[in-house]
Every structure is written in structure tokens, then in C-alpha cells.
């Protein structure tokens, strides 16, 4: 999805890696087959809640 248009970190004002589109493809499909917004917005929401997520269970940052 993301990958499918090659100037799509262009349109937002950003440049982002192959890796980085990659992964937001697969966020992007697996969004799609549970029938939620794919979005670029609910993409990053969700890599920022996984990662805040992570930062909790390592015990990097508390929950306050």
C-alpha cells in the first residue's frame, strides 16, 4: 500500500527508508484485514503505542 506509490513519504514532507516503507505496509495490510483505518496518522499511532508499550514492559519508563 504505502510502497505502491513511490512519492508517498514526498507527499508528506518526509523521507523514509525502504525498511521504514516496508514496515509500514505490513501495518498497513494487517490494519486492512481487521477492517481499521489505514491511514499514515493510525500507522504511526499504533508504532507509537507498540513502542510505548515496549519502553513500559523493559521498565525504561513508568506508567505514572
Not at 523514509?16 to 499514515?40: E, F, G, H, W
Amino acid at each position: 500500500m504505502a510502497n505502491d506509490h513511490p512519492d508517498a513519504p514526498k507527499q508528506f514532507g518526509i523521507r523514509l527508508s525502504d525498511r521504514t516503507m516496508n514496515l509500514i505496509t505490513a501495518i498497513q495490510v494487517n490494519r486492512k484485514k481487521t477492517y481499521l483505518p489505514t491511514t499514515l496518522t493510525a500507522v504511526v499511532e499504533d508504532a507509537i503505542q507498540c513502542h510505548y508499550n515496549r519502553l513500559l514492559k523493559e521498565g525504561a519508563i513508568t506508567n505514572d
